[in-house]
Each structure stands twice: as structure tokens, then as C-alpha cells.
């Protein structure tokens, strides 16, 4: 691993208190960088935080709801102040929030609800980082699709479905405006990775419904959430220098999409 790979570089992540954002947060870290989290859980920022900050890392969060455009562009100029500068956006607030699967079951506020925290959230996030990066002369932003927008996924519902469908598009339209800023906009469209919250679910599954899981994904196993981690940061790094406004499918082979 090179401890030194983010090093000057400092990582806005929303949702970054959740299963995927935190172990950002913590990989960043470890690779030498920043971190400023940006979500609704106070006390798991506060967590994640104090453990960044013993390790030695500059890290600070703020509680918000990233529906809340001018909460999220308070908070970003915050963060930007006490970290020196804002380099890379990871946009992972977002999911079906517990809402309903079935459409009979969704009312009018799930609809909104998971269209304003994936899509609005996201807008919110990304138009607020862009003058802090146009400061530094540029930055990486990585929004956060899901396979439930690249595919009808048995596993989430409509509004998931329009919602992180949507993200590709903002992903796309936003990578044409700001390129000529420096600025890279690509989409990571993970497939199912276990975090605490998802991992209750899977291991009450029964060992059929299991494996017809896992037997629909030619890698032949679940993933380890390090691997969708690991593209995030692909993205987010000079690695990928020349890739803008493209979608990383991060699936074990479940979906290839033409
Ligand atoms: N885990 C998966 O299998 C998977 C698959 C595809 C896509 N994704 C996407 O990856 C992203 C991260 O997912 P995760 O599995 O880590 O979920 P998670 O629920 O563990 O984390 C989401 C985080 O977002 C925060 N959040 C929710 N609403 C918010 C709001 N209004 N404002 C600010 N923060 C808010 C939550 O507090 C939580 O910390 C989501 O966008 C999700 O849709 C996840």
C-alpha cells in the first residue's frame, strides 16, 4: 500500500459515516489523505472522526442532510477551511433509505425521499465543490449509480431505480460542463456489497435463495467491500487522469452492459 498516494489531497465524502463511506474515509487515510465527512449520522461522524483524527490523519465532519442545498454548501466551505482545500468528492449519500420494493407499497413520500437524497443530494453536493475545485485548478468527483439503475434489479424498486438511473446523467451532462475546469465527473454502479446494514439481510436469506445469488454472478462469490473501494479511488486518483463521465461496473461479471 502507498501511504503517500493522497498525500496534500483532501476527500469530501457524503454518506461517509455509512458502510462504504467510512471504509473511503479510512482508506484515504491510510493512503496519506484528508477527509471531511458530510452526513445525518452524528454520533457515527463523530466516531469515525475521532478514530481518523487518533490516527494522525486531518479529518472533521458536519452533520447534514444533503437535500438541504444551503446546509450542504455551509458545510462544504466549512470543511474546505479547515482541511486547506477540496480535491475530490465522493458522493455516496444516498440507497432505498428502507423504503418499500414492491410499487403498491410505495407511497408519494418514499418516491420523494429517495429521489431527493440520491438525486437532489447529489446535484446539492456536486455544484458545491466545484468552486473550491476550480480553486486548486481541479479535481475528481465520483457520484454514486448502483447496478438498480443499470439494470431492473430484483433486489430495489422503481424510485431506485429513476434515482440512481439519474445520477448517470447528471454524471455525464455535469463531465461535459466542467472538463475544461480540470474537472473529472465519473459514476461507480456498484452490484451488491455487504456492509452491516446489507449483510443482516443476506445472511437471513435462505441458503437457496443464497446461492441463486451468488450463482448469478460468474466471479462465484460475494465481494469484500474493499473492492468496491478500491475502483471509488481509481476514479478519484490521477490514475484516471483521462476518464470523464463514464460508469464503472463494480459487479463480479452480474451485468455487462454493451
Ligand atoms: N452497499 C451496496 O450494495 C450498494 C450497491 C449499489 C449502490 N450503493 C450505493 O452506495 C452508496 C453508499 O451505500 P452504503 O451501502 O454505504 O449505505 P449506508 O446506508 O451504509 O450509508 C449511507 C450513508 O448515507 C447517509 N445518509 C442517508 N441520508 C442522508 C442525507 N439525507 N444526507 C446525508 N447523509 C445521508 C446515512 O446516514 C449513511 O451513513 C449509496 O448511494 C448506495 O445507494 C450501495
Known amino acids: 500500500m502507498n501511504s503517500e498516494r493522497f498525500k496534500g ?31 445525518t449520522n452524528e454520533v457515527a461522524i463523530t466516531e469515525l472522526v475521532s ?10 465532519g458536519q452533520v447534514v442532510d444533503v437535500r438541504d442545498s444551503k446546509s450542504v454548501t455551509r ?20 440507497g432505498s433509505l428502507g423504503t418499500p420494493r414492491d410499487l403498491a407499497e410505495i ?27 476550480k480553486k486548486v485548478g481541479g479535481g475528481s468527483i465520483v457520484t454514486f449509480s448502483s447496478i438498480g439503475g443499470r439494470s431492473a434489479s430484483p433486489v430495489t424498486g422503481v424510485p431506485y431505480a429513476t434515482a440512481k438511473a439519474a445520477i448517470l446523467g447528471l454524471t ?19 452490484g451488491l456489497f455487504l456492509t452491516d446494514r446489507l449483510e443482516g439481510m443476506f445472511s437471513e436469506m435462505s441458503a437457496t435463495d443464497q446461492a441463486e445469488v451468488i450463482n448469478g454472478i460468474p466471479l462465484g462469490r460475494m465481494p469484500e467491500l474493499q473492492e468496491c473501494v478500491n475502483p471509488v479511488l481509481f476514479l478519484a486518483s490521477d490514475e484516471s487522469s483521462y ?12 451485468l455487462m452492459p454493451n
Open 9 to 39: 489531497k483532501s476527500f469530501l465524502i457524503t454518506g461517509g459515516a455509512g458502510g462504504l463511506g467510512s471504509q473511503i474515509a479510512r482508506t484515504v487515510a491510510s493512503q496519506g489523505g484528508s477527509v471531511g465527512i458530510l452526513d
Open 51 to 60: 478514530e481518523l483524527k487518533a490516527g494522525g490523519v486531518k479529518s472533521a
Open 75 to 94: 458545510a462544504v466551505d466549512e470543511l474546505a477551511k479547515v482541511l486547506g482545500s477540496v480535491d475530490v468528492l465522493i458522493a455516496a449519500a444516498g
Open 107 to 133: 407511497s408519494d413520500d418514499d418516491f420523494d425521499l429517495v429521489l431527493d437524497v440520491n438525486v437532489k443530494g447529489t446535484f446539492n453536493s456536486v455544484r458545491a465543490v466545484i468552486p473550491h475545485m
Open 172 to 190: 455525464r451532462r455535469l463531465a461535459k460542463e466542467v472538463g475544461e475546469f480540470n474537472i473529472r465527473v465519473n459514476a461507480i454502479a456498484p
Open 243 to 254: 476518464i470523464t463521465g463514464t460508469v464503472l461496473d463494480v459487479n463480479g461479471g452480474r
